[in-house]
């Protein structure tokens, strides 16, 4: 049974740094094809899509907040972890992150997601 | 990227058939057979119920399903449910190994 669970600050100050870990069981993120990916979603509104990290090392990030995040896996550990620097009020969201399996196995989509982590941004 | 563009809300009758579009571009929904689909209900993670345009994940009901014309996908749910109301959001790859969702639709079952 493939699990995921983030975990984080709650609160974070306007300027901190965002460091979120997804702690993951039931698969392995050395496996090919394998990725994690990180999604958040603000209070009422739509999911965003961040970065994600495949099983080779590859990392890609949302165009608009590339600047901003860096996505790391410990392959050892079974975490991937998301930071995202100079965090202001609009960050404030529920952060996700969700598996994706080899795509012959279940195409190129998350199908599995963690509870997810509500991060406030507040001074 | 731009976010791909979902009606914001949809409702239906027990028994009827729905239909959410999700319009993108040829970088993305078009140039791709990478859609996919998640369920959200209020205060829940989201849930794929499709994948690769038309696939389902087992375990989900074939009253769900999938398709895309050019720059356009679409889901339908067929035989609507009470258990159906929720939100809706579709997703594709991009260029550069990197996905964009969709703004999101509101279903309403009356």
């Known amino acids: 049974q493939i699990t995921l669970k983030e975990s984080g600050p709650t609160l974070v100050r306007p300027t901190q740094t965002l460091t979120l870990t997804c702690t993951f069981s039931?698969?392995?993120?050395?496996?090919?094809?394998?990725?994690v990916g990180w999604i958040r979603q603000p209070p009422g509104k739509a999911l965003e899509w961040l970065a994600v990290?495949?099983?080779?090392?590859?990392?890609r990030y949302s165009p608009s907040l590339k600047r901003r995040l860096t996505i790391t896996k410990d392959t050892s550990k079974d975490q991937v972890v998301l930071t995202m620097t100079n965090m202001d009020p609009v960050d404030t969201a529920t952060y996700y992150c969700?598996?994706?399996?080899?795509?012959?196995?279940?195409?190129?989509?998350?199908?599995?997601w963690g509870q997810g982590t509500m991060v406030t941004v507040s001074s | 990227q731009s976010a791909l563009t979902q009606p914001a809300s949809v409702s239906g009758s027990p028994g009827q058939s729905i239909t959410i579009s999700c319009t993108g571009t040829s970088r993305d929904v078009g140039g791709y057979n990478y859609v996919s689909w998640y369920q959200q209900h209020p205060g829940k993670a989201p849930k794929v119920i499709i994948y690769?345009?038309?696939n389902r994940p087992s375990g989900v009901s074939n009253r769900f399903s999938g398709s895309k014309a050019g720059n356009t996908a679409s889901l339908t749910i067929s035989g609507l449910q009470a258990e159906d109301e929720a939100d809706y959001y579709c997703s594709s790859y991009t260029g550069s190994t990197t996905w964009v969702f969709g703004g999101g639709t509101k279903l309403t079952v009356l």
């Open positions: 690769d345009v038309n």
């Open positions: 969700a598996h994706r399996p080899p795509i012959a196995v279940g195409g190129n989509a998350l199908h599995v």
């Open positions: 039931g698969f392995s993120l050395s496996t090919t094809e394998v990725a």
């Open positions: 990290i495949y099983w080779d090392g590859d990392k």
